[in-house]
């Protein structure tokens, strides 16, 4: 039976996950996007994933760069998601990204005030279907101020206490 498109969406949106932009830095060039695919796999090794539309553009130059920040996003950095969502200019991305600096180990964009975050070296790239999973080794983390998390629900974004 085949499964339809929109059920399974619908069902997807089912599962509560925190937000995260993933930086990284391409030939230079700092560049983000949001992600709430992030999944943390492995202590020892530290492994983490995200997953990547292929139609994403920076996920896409993760490939590439060979390096990618995973950034945990506070509820107060709801403008942040939307940014690195479409909703902003690619000027508006960089010029936020520059004013960041080098970042931790690898040169990918650590961004201030987020819950999180975790520097990785790429170690391995896997095609799956419409998605490239990204998996990395993280060679830096730090956690920020305790916050409350920005959350995303049944395609829009919660609080802890609006689930
Ligand atoms: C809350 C949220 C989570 C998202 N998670 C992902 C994700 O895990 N993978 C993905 O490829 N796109 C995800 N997106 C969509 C991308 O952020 C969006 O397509 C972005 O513009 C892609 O980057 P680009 O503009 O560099 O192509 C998400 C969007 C939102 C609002």
């Given at each position: 039976?085949?499964?339809?498109?929109?059920?399974?969406?619908?069902?997807?949106?089912?599962?509560?996950?925190?937000?995260?932009?993933?930086?990284?830095?391409?030939?230079?060039?700092?560049?983000?996007?949001?992600?709430?695919?992030?999944?943390?796999?492995?202590?020892?090794?530290?492994?983490?994933l995200f997953c990547a539309d292929r139609r994403a553009r920076s996920g896409m130059l993760v490939g590439t760069a060979g390096c990618?920040?995973?950034?945990?996003?506070?509820?107060?950095?709801?403008?942040?998601?939307?940014?690195?969502?479409?909703?902003?200019?690619?000027?508006?991305?960089?010029?936020?990204?520059?004013?960041?600096?080098?970042?931790?180990?690898?040169?990918?964009?650590?961004?201030?005030?987020?819950?999180?975050?975790?520097?990785?070296?790429?170690?391995?790239?896997?095609?799956?279907?419409?998605?490239?999973?990204?998996?990395?080794?993280?060679?830096?983390?730090?956690?920020?101020?305790?916050?409350?998390?920005?959350?995303?629900?049944?395609?829009?974004?919660?609080?802890?206490?609006?689930?």
């Open positions: 039976m085949a499964i339809d498109a929109a059920e399974l969406r619908r069902v997807f949106g089912q599962f509560a996950t925190g937000v995260t932009v993933v930086t990284t830095r391409h030939e230079g060039v700092p560049q983000g996007m949001t992600a709430n695919s992030f999944t943390s796999v492995s202590l020892d090794p530290p492994l983490v990618f920040a995973i950034n945990v996003l506070a509820e107060e950095q709801r403008h942040l998601s939307d940014l690195f969502a479409g909703k902003g200019t690619d000027e508006q991305r960089r010029a936020l990204l520059d004013e960041i600096g080098q970042g931790a180990v690898t040169g990918a964009p650590i961004l201030q005030g987020a819950l999180g975050w975790l520097d990785c070296r790429l170690e391995r790239a896997i095609d799956a279907g419409d998605h490239i999973v990204y998996f990395g080794e993280v060679v830096a983390a730090g956690a920020g101020d305790p916050a409350s998390p920005l959350l995303y629900f049944r395609s829009g974004y919660r609080r802890l206490d609006q689930l």
